[in-house]
């Protein structure tokens, strides 16, 4: 009987750190982040939504952009609503500590894929 009950706690204490931790997973993208070598920024808010400047053609000036994203692991879908003109993108996401490297699946302008960037949190 005493085995059981120890069991059922070790379960349940795996079960809340299991939770925790992909909670946290989701919401380390959320925040604003500024590029480590250039001028782009990008915010990730709570709702789903992300707003920001980034450079998207020749001009290489920064252009406001707005809209949706989701998230699946380590893959980031951007449907961009401001500018109109900009398709879907994809990005495979990595967070270390205050760094976030973008590496582009898909999508962007000036952003190859397979290129990537690094972001620094600012908050």
């Known amino acids: 009987m005493k085995f059981l009950t120890i069991l059922s ?4 204490l795996i079960g809340m750190l299991t939770v925790s931790c992909t909670r946290q997973t989701a919401q ?30 020749m001009t290489k000036q920064p252009v406001e952009v707005m809209g949706t994203y989701s998230r699946k692991g380590d893959l980031v879908d951007l449907k961009v609503d401001k500018p109109a003109q900009l398709t879907p ?3 495979k996401v990595t967070i270390s500590g205050t760094e976030m490297t973008i590496a582009f699946q898909q999508g962007g302008a000036l952003k190859l894929d397979g290129s990537s960037l690094r972001y620094r949190r600012i908050s």
Do not use: H, Y
Request: charged fraction near 20%.
């Open 9 to 12: 706690a070790f379960c349940l």
């Open 89 to 91: 993108m994809i990005w």
């Open 28 to 57: 380390s993208l959320v925040g604003t982040w500024q590029e480590v070598n250039g001028t782009e920024s990008i915010e990730f808010l709570k709702d789903g939504s992300f707003r920001g400047k980034m450079i998207w053609d």
